[in-house]
T-cell receptor
Framework: DAGVIQSPRHEVTEMGQEVTLRCKPI?????LFWYRQTMMRGLELLIY????????DSGMPEDRFSAKMPNASFSTLKIQPSEPRDSAVYFC????????????FGNGTRLTVT | GDSVTQMEGPVTLSEEAFLTINCTYT??????LFWYVQYPGEGLQLLLK?????DKGSNKGFEATYRKETTSFHLEKGSVQVSDSAVYFC??????????????FGSGTRLQVQP
């Protein structure tokens, strides 16, 4: 089991550029979560999918953020245009639908917007 | 709504000291409770969990007991090591309606263990 795989590990971009973060969940998991972590606000849930369908996107900060899950093995989080305040570590996590199932996190993408 | 409150850090201890990190929660349903650990440069990893009242989760010398009467899930370890230095997150999982699961994390507590 390779775990949750995120790419890239680090991304540095200039303000105004489009950024795409990628996630491959654990095979067989049917729930996928995107989180953002900063020193100021801690861990924030951005969006979560069940069976590729977005269930709760209330944490998506604004229209510049969008997330897709075209199939069970791949998800993207896109920021367009990016701003310096988007700098953070973005985590993807997956789990099965069991009530007691823990989340399995990827190692995150550290995004720096200059 | 659901919430998790854990003690502010950093917590600084000497090696072999006793550790307690407090965690209390509020939930609308009957949640499952978790402790996650985050080492530098990595994602969160499950440390232990408990799914019903009076359950004790344990792993790697860490323990936490699900206390429904006090809505608490405090993390303890009898003798910490330098390698335990990390950030610890308390979390709960609650089913809020059909097909929708709410996962709520605390703000994290940084533990620093000195040799």
């Amino acid at each position: 089991d390779a775990g949750v795989i995120q790419s890239p590990r680090h991304e540095v971009t200039e303000m105004g550029q489009e950024v795409t973060l990628r996630c491959k969940p654990i095979s067989g998991h049917n729930s996928l979560f995107w989180y953002r972590q900063t020193m100021m606000r801690g861990l924030e849930l951005l969006i979560y999918f069940n069976n590729n369908v977005p269930i709760d996107d209330s944490g998506m900060p604004e229209d510049r953020f969008s997330a897709k899950m075209p199939n069970a093995s791949f998800s993207t989080l896109k920021i367009q245009p990016s701003e310096p305040r988007d700098s953070a570590v973005y985590f993807c996590a997956s789990t099965d639908r069991g009530d007691n199932s823990p989340l399995h996190f990827g190692n995150g993408t550290r995004l720096t917007v200059t | 709504g659901d919430s998790v409150t854990q003690m502010e850090g950093p917590v600084t201890l000497s090696e072999e000291a006793f550790l307690t990190i407090n965690c209390t929660y509020t939930a609308t349903g009957y949640p499952s409770l978790f402790w996650y650990v985050q080492y530098p440069g990595e994602g969160l990893q499950l440390l232990l969990k408990a799914t019903k009242a009076d359950d004790k989760g344990s792993n790697k010398g860490f323990e936490a007991t699900y206390r429904k009467e006090t809505t608490s899930f405090h993390l303890e370890k009898g003798s910490v090591q330098v390698s335990d230095s990390a950030v610890y997150f308390c979390a709960l999982s609650d089913i809020v309606d059909t097909g929708r699961r709410a996962l709520t994390f605390g703000s994290g507590t940084r533990l620093q263990v000195q040799p």
